[in-house]
């Protein structure tokens, strides 16, 4: 079993920065790729960012590709999301997951740990 916390989010004007963070604890042994995930109100949980066990590769949504990176500290079992230039549109509740094995996968359906989620609002 592998648990996450994420922590990090907050109010912040369009524009602004937020870097969430998101500690795991357990069975981090194991090798995990790792995923943020977003919800907002009335909408669909959707992918955000993901990255391999090792670091060495990520993948974003389009919609945050150039905004948001997403990198993982294994020494400290912590992954990252800085999310810059952020937009109204962003507000959700961010969620980390973490996938068994080493590779990174964008679906929902291909984690099998998730944090309990931090929230994020844009004001405009």
């Known amino acids: 079993q592998v648990q996450l916390v994420e922590s990090g989010g907050g109010l912040v004007q369009a524009g602004g920065s937020l870097r969430l963070s998101c500690a795991a604890s357990g069975r981090t042994s194991s090798r995990y790729a790792m995923g943020w995930f977003r919800q907002a109100p009335g909408k669909e949980r959707e992918f955000v960012a993901t990255?391999?066990?090792?670091?060495?590769?990520?993948y974003y949504a389009d919609s945050v590709k150039g905004r948001f990176t997403i990198t993982r500290d294994n020494a400290k079992n912590t992954a990252f999301l800085q999310m810059n230039s952020l937009k109204p549109e962003d507000t959700a509740v961010y969620y980390c997951?973490?996938?068994?094995?080493?590779?990174?996968?964008?679906?929902?359906?291909?984690?099998?740990?998730w944090g309990q989620g931090t929230q994020v609002t844009v004001s405009s």
């Open positions: 997951a973490a996938r068994a094995g080493t590779y990174y996968a964008p679906g929902p359906k291909e984690y099998d740990y």
């Open positions: 990255i391999s066990w090792s670091g060495g590769s990520t």
